[in-house]
C-alpha cells in the first residue's frame, strides 16, 4: 500500500506555485516624457508659437467662457450668476435679436461666400496670365486686404459721402440715374449693403494667395489626362480636376473668409462715422459686444455673447470641414 502512495506520488507532477509576472515597465507619465526628451529640438522649434497660443488665444478663450457665467462689470469682483447671461441672450436682448443677429447672418451669408467664389474666381483668373503679368494683378488684388484702413478714408469715404461732392453720387446724377443724393452710409437703406461692397472689395487676403498657390501647384499631367478622358471644357476641368487637387487650401480659404466674416464689424462704424450705426442698419454681433464690453462695461454679459459668436464660428468651420476636409486632415 506504502509502495503504490509513493508511486503515484512520484509520477504526478508538482505544480510550481503561480508568481506575479512583474515586468519592468515604465510608468506611463515617465514614457511620454523620454518621448518629448526624444524630441526635444522639435519642440524647442514650436515653443514660440505655443507660448503664444496659450497666452494670447487659449488662456484668454478660457477666461472668456469663465466669465459668460458671471456678472462682472470690471470694477467689483465676478460673479457667478450661472446660465442667466446666455437665457437674457436669446430671450430678453431685443437689440441681439432684432438687429445684431439678423444683420450678422445677412452679411455673414453674403460676404462669405461671395469673397469666398470671388477669391477662388480671380485666383484662378490670375493663373491664366503669363508669368511677367500674373504678380502684378496678384499684388493688385491682395493689396487692399493690406491697406483697409488708409483705403477708407481716402477712397470709399470721400466716394460714399451724401452729398453732391461725393463721387459716386456726382457720377449717378451726371448718368441721370438718381435725382437727389443718397446718404450711402448714413441711411438705414443703403448702410448694409455699402458695408458689404467695402468687405468684399477688401476680402482678398491670405486664403486667396493660398488659392493662387493652390491651382499653380496643381499637376500639368492631370489636365492633358483628363482631356483624354473626355473632359472638353475649363468649367469641366474646374470641377473635376482644380478643386479636387487643391482641397487643402479650399479648406483654408474656406476658414479664413469665415474668421474675417464674423470678426469685421468695425466697417459699419467706419462708415457712418457713428457708433451704434443709424437705427442699427449695420449693427453686428462684434459690434454688440464692443458695446456691452467696452461703453456699458458689463464684461460678463460680453463674454457671453463672444462664446455664442466663438460657437457660430465653430459651426461653421465644421461645415467647410464637411465640404473640403478628408479623413487625412
Keep these: 500500500m506504502l509502495n503504490k502512495i509513493s508511486n503515484v506520488a512520484i509520477s ?3 505544480k510550481a506555485s503561480a508568481k506575479p509576472q512583474v515586468e519592468p515597465q515604465e510608468s506611463r507619465l515617465g514614457s511620454l516624457l523620454s518621448e518629448i526628451w526624444a524630441y526635444r529640438l522639435s519642440y524647442l522649434f514650436i515653443a514660440p508659437f505655443m507660448l503664444c497660443f496659450t497666452a494670447f488665444i487659449f488662456i484668454p478663450v478660457l477666461a472668456a467662457v469663465g466669465l459668460s457665467f458671471t456678472y462682472f462689470n470690471a470694477i467689483e469682483q465676478p460673479r457667478f450668476i450661472g446660465w442667466q447671461n446666455f437665457q437674457y441672450l436669446i430671450s430678453q436682448d431685443l ?3 432684432k438687429y445684431a443677429l439678423p444683420n450678422t447672418f445677412k452679411f455673414a451669408l ?34 487692399p486686404s493690406l491697406t483697409i ?22 457720377i449717378l446724377l451726371q448718368l441721370g440715374f438718381i435725382d437727389v443724393p443718397k446718404l450711402w452710409v448714413t441711411s438705414k437703406d443703403y448702410l448694409m449693403n455699402s458695408m458689404i461692397v467695402v468687405t468684399l472689395w477688401s476680402s482678398m487676403g491670405v486664403g486667396f494667395l493660398a488659392m493662387l498657390a493652390g491651382i499653380l501647384n496643381v499637376n500639368k499631367e492631370l489636365y492633358e489626362a483628363g482631356r483624354l478622358d473626355g473632359i472638353s471644357s475649363r468649367i469641366q476641368e474646374i470641377w473635376f480636376i482644380t478643386i479636387p487637387s487643391m482641397k487643402p487650401q479650399m479648406l483654408f480659404g474656406a476658414v479664413m473668409a469665415i474668421v474675417a466674416t464674423f470678426k469685421a464689424g468695425a466697417i459699419g462704424v ?3 462715422g457713428v457708433n451704434p450705426t443709424p437705427e442699427y442698419a449695420g449693427h453686428l454681433i462684434i459690434n454688440h459686444i464692443d458695446d456691452y464690453g467696452f461703453i456699458r462695461f458689463e464684461m460678463g454679459y460680453a463674454a457671453a455673447i463672444s462664446v455664442f459668436l466663438l460657437i457660430l464660428m465653430y459651426v461653421s468651420n465644421k461645415l467647410s470641414w464637411t465640404l473640403f476636409g478628408s479623413a487625412d486632415d
Excluded at 123 to 134: F, G, K, V, Y
Excluded at 150 to 162: D, E, H, N, Y
Design 270 to 272: 467706419e462708415l457712418s
Design 149 to 170: 484702413g488708409i483705403a477708407m478714408s481716402i477712397v470709399w469715404l470721400p466716394m460714399l459721402t451724401g452729398d453732391r461732392i461725393g463721387y459716386l453720387n456726382s
Design 110 to 143: 453674403i460676404v462669405g461666400p461671395g469673397g469666398y467664389i470671388a477669391a477662388f474666381t480671380l485666383a484662378w483668373l490670375i493663373t491664366q496670365l503669363p508669368d511677367s503679368l500674373r504678380r502684378w494683378f496678384a499684388l493688385a488684388m491682395y493689396t
Design 12 to 14: 504526478t507532477p508538482v
Design 95 to 97: 437689440l441681439f435679436l
